[in-house]
T-cell receptor, first 109, second 117 residues
Framework: RKEVEQDPGPFNVPEGATVAFNCTYS??????FFWYRQDCRKEPKLLMS???SGNEDGRFTAQLNRASQYISLLIRDSKLSDSATYLC??????????FGKGTKLSVKP | GAGVSQTPSNKVTEKGKYVELRCDPI?????LYWYRQSLGQGPEFLIY????????DSGLPNDRFFAVRPEGSVSTLKIQRTERGDSAVYLC???????????????FGPGTRLTVL
């Protein structure tokens, strides 16, 4: 079983839609979690950290369920500019990042 | 300020050749990471430096891969006897302190696209 597993995608949604990505991780000792965004042929960039209490940044909401080892990202009111691959990330104890395969989002007009 | 830079941006080599990939981290960042990303996959961890020392090299796939960071700043990833399966984008990231806490953001460079013919 992979250490981080994500919805395979791709997700094709119209502008204004709400879309949710899910991710599970296998190492129950993991302490830190992130969502990164990666545009085509570009480097990954941090979108947001994920906390147990849940956190929101504008149209983006991230949730962590430690008991189920489950992470989610919700995007409300999708924009064309949200089109990208979203990478679920779990941090190992040394600090190196373990990435999921990524879920591709295409927002259409 | 300047971000993480990597050179070259593209490298084409022949099977069996030796290559060096360079990473310049953000000034003042003590932690430096190398990752490799194959097409359609997420980045895969290779090695982590804390200062000059390799704190975790568990991701290096075999002994053809080696990395150094002699002065605690610039790092070089070295691949000997390249194989076609080494073709990927090699990403470097740096963070202020390392350790992976929720505020220790890793900033990625643009990557080096390595193609082994």
């Amino acid at each position: 079983r992979k250490e981080v597993e994500q919805d395979p995608g791709p997700f094709n949604v119209p502008e204004g839609a709400t879309v949710a990505f899910n991710c599970t991780y296998s190492n129950s000792a993991s302490q830190s979690f992130f969502w990164y965004r990666q545009d085509c042929r570009k480097e990954p960039k941090l979108l947001m950290s994920v906390y147990s209490s849940g956190n929101e940044d504008g149209r983006f909401t991230a949730q962590l369920n430690r008991a189920s080892q489950y992470i989610s990202l919700l995007i409300r009111d999708s924009k064309l500019s949200d089109s990208a691959t979203y990478l679920c990330v779990v941090v190992r104890s040394q600090g190196n990042l373990i990435f999921g395969k990524g879920t591709k989002l295409s927002v259409k007009p | 300020g300047a971000g993480v830079s990597q050179t070259p941006s593209n490298k084409v080599t022949e099977k069996g050749k030796y290559v060096e990939l360079r990473c310049d981290p953000i000034s003042g960042h003590t932690a430096l990471y190398w990752y490799r990303q194959s097409l359609g996959q997420g980045p895969e961890f290779l090695i982590y430096f804390q200062g000059t020392g390799a704190a975790d090299d568990s991701g290096l796939p075999n002994d053809r891969f080696f990395a150094v960071r002699p002065e605690g700043s610039v790092s070089t990833l070295k691949i000997q006897r390249t194989e076609r399966g080494d073709s990927a984008v090699y990403l470097c990231a740096s963070s202020l302190t390392g350790g992976g806490g929720p505020t220790d953001t890793q900033y990625f460079g643009p990557g080096t696209r390595l193609t082994v013919l």
